[in-house]
């Protein structure tokens, strides 16, 4: 199927904590859901049959609870209500941009999926209720090509929305199309966490993900468009991720994965918006993890006689321990509590850029709470250990390697980050004996990261 994403800068208030009316509200929408209808329409043209916009994209962000309410739709959340906001605009009070959303898949005969903030008043009998009575949720909505409302999703895990509620339950969010079966969506932050990201992929079999995000890029392992792939890689499923654009708050990355095949935009120079289109395969069954002929050689110190000295280094504001990684080739291993990581690599050519492996088996603690086990090779800030954990952008090394880890969880995202923020696929990864392993015959270009980022969801 083909299918669309679109990277927006959106168009934002001057002031988000000011209090406007619903129409001064809406005229800052329109101006954002202009640019939605001009890209929908050039999407259609392009053959597409879904698209999707990122999260914040309409209204923006940094609001407080009561200043993002005049822009904030009403929207029916229940699965029994069938409504087609385009064509019944007067079922409802304050619907203005579901309205013009809908208008668009209707017009243009697309699968569209977009971000909104939507309310929902609440008696003060339900012990949930806010002191206001109302909900306010970050909210997904999808329509089918004539626009009809097939789907809503509240964002569950907030990153610091204090606009929003999260709700009481994970919504797991299903809507079925004609050309690729059922989608599954959630948004941004939940990616990292059980519920309801993984719990939906799995309890509904879901092969498809629409996913909007304001992502802001942390390197050297939470990168948009590497976790995107990674996340599409490790569940064997297409992602469409639409990121919204903002460099000068590190946001950027959206694109349309595959398990095998990534079509992706990171743009960190210029300003304005992107369209990526792309014809995709509709996943069905599970792609077999390639397996053949890997042996894990059991890392032994011996045969180099110094042992490298380990040291420790912040890292995604992390504390990891790390070995260098010297030489042209070699094997080393390096361990925090319970994760011991392996890798044996072979430089194409010896170029002066220090390398480190890491590992962190933790609680990490800032901008949000979650376990990680995660065995890294990165390219160091410059050629002091200081710098190992440092955000790097461009590398020349090209390294064959092989990376393992005993990790405790099943749930593992193999990184593979290039110079210039591209990606490389891995030649095999996989579990094999208790141990899991990512290898790579050489990187296409420099490599920045190669990791096995791993979350531990019950220790969290």
Request: charged share 15%.
């Amino acid at each position: 199927y083909v299918a669309a994403v679109y990277e927006h800068e959106s168009i934002l208030s001057p002031d988000p904590t000011a209090l406007v009316d619903r129409q001064s509200a809406l005229e800052l929408m329109d101006i954002n859901l202009d640019i939605y209808e001009q890209q929908v329409a050039v999407a259609a043209r392009q053959g597409a049959q879904i698209i999707v916009f990122p999260e914040d994209g309409i209204h923006g962000f940094n609001f407080t609870r009561s200043s993002i309410y005049p822009y904030l739709d009403f929207v029916p959340h229940s699965q029994f209500v069938k409504w087609n906001p385009c064509r019944e605009p007067y079922l409802f009070n304050d619907t203005e941009v579901l309205q013009r959303l809908s208008c668009m898949a209707l017009k243009n005969t697309i699968f569209l999926v977009a971000n909104l903030g939507t309310k929902q008043p609440c008696e003060n009998t339900d012990p949930h209720c806010p002191s206001d009575g109302r909900y306010q949720f970050n909210t997904n909505v999808a329509f089918s090509d004539d626009g009809t409302l097939v789907a809503t999703y509240r964002k569950h895990n907030l990153y610091f929305e204090y606009a929003f509620d999260a709700p009481a339950e994970p919504d797991y969010k299903l809507f079925d199309t004609p050309f690729a079966g059922k989608f599954g969506m959630f948004t941004c932050f939940d990616i990292l966490f059980f519920e309801p990201a993984v719990n939906l992929i799995r309890q509904y079999n879901v092969k498809q993900v629409v996913y909007p995000t304001a992502w802001m890029n942390q390197l050297p392992l939470l990168s948009a468009v590497e976790f995107q792939q990674a996340f599409a890689t490790a569940f064997n499923i297409n992602i469409l991720a639409a990121n919204i654009h903002h460099p000068t708050l590190g946001m950027t990355g959206s694109g349309i994965y595959t398990p095998v095949k990534s079509y992706i935009y990171h743009n960190m120079e210029s300003y304005g918006g992107k369209l990526i289109v792309a014809e995709i395969p509709v996943i069905t069954m599970d792609y077999d993890t390639k397996l053949e002929n890997e042996t894990l050689s059991r890392v032994s110190g011996k045969g180099n006689g110094q042992l490298p000295p380990t040291f420790h280094a912040e890292m995604m504001y992390d504390n990891f321990t790390f070995v260098p990684v010297w030489g042209e080739k070699g094997e080393l291993q390096v361990c925090a509590n319970t994760l011991c990581c392996y890798l044996s690599y072979q430089r194409a050519v010896l170029t002066d850029e220090l390398y480190a492996l890491g590992v962190f088996d933790g609680l990490h603690t800032v901008h949000g709470t979650y376990y990680v086990q995660a065995c890294a090779l990165v390219k160091c800030g410059g050629l002091n250990f200081s710098t190992c954990g440092q955000e790097v952008t461009d590398a020349s090394a090209v390294i064959g390697f092989q990376l393992w880890g005993n990790m405790s969880t099943p749930y593992i995202f193999p990184l593979l980050l290039t110079s210039g923020i591209t990606l490389d696929f891995a030649d095999h990864m996989g579990w094999k004996n208790h141990h899991y392993f990512l290898s790579k015959n050489r990187t296409s270009s420099g490599l920045l990261t190669a990791a096995l980022y791993g979350r531990f969801h019950e220790k969290d």
